[in-house]
């Protein structure tokens, strides 16, 4: 399954990153769900408040800088919409993370 690739290339990877912590893991584990929810669409679009409570995400803040680090490490790319009704766009990187 996509998904099950996705889950365990992301693992193998974090295992030698020390930048990764429980928040960044938690947020990937909710992005490969939402993306499952809906179709593997690539990309996909996500909303905060939609994923947020998946990961288990509190703060604003924090989500936004945990999804810009996950885009800077190169575990997925993000491009924000910045419009409240069109969702930001998410792109799973496949292989190595």
Do not use: C
């Amino acid at each position: 399954m996509l998904e099950s690739k996705q889950f365990s290339n992301f693992f193998a990877v974090i295992a030698n990153d020390p930048r990764i912590n429980t928040t960044h893991v938690s947020l990937y584990m909710a992005l490969l769900q939402y993306w499952k929810a809906h179709g593997f669409a690539v990309p996909f679009q996500v909303f905060s408040h939609d994923v947020m409570p998946l990961a288990k995400i509190l703060s604003s803040t924090t989500y936004h800088q945990r999804l810009k680090d996950l885009n800077d490490f190169g575990y997925i790319r993000y491009e924000a919409s910045y419009k409240r009704n069109i969702g930001s766009k998410i792109f799973i990187v496949f292989g190595e993370g």
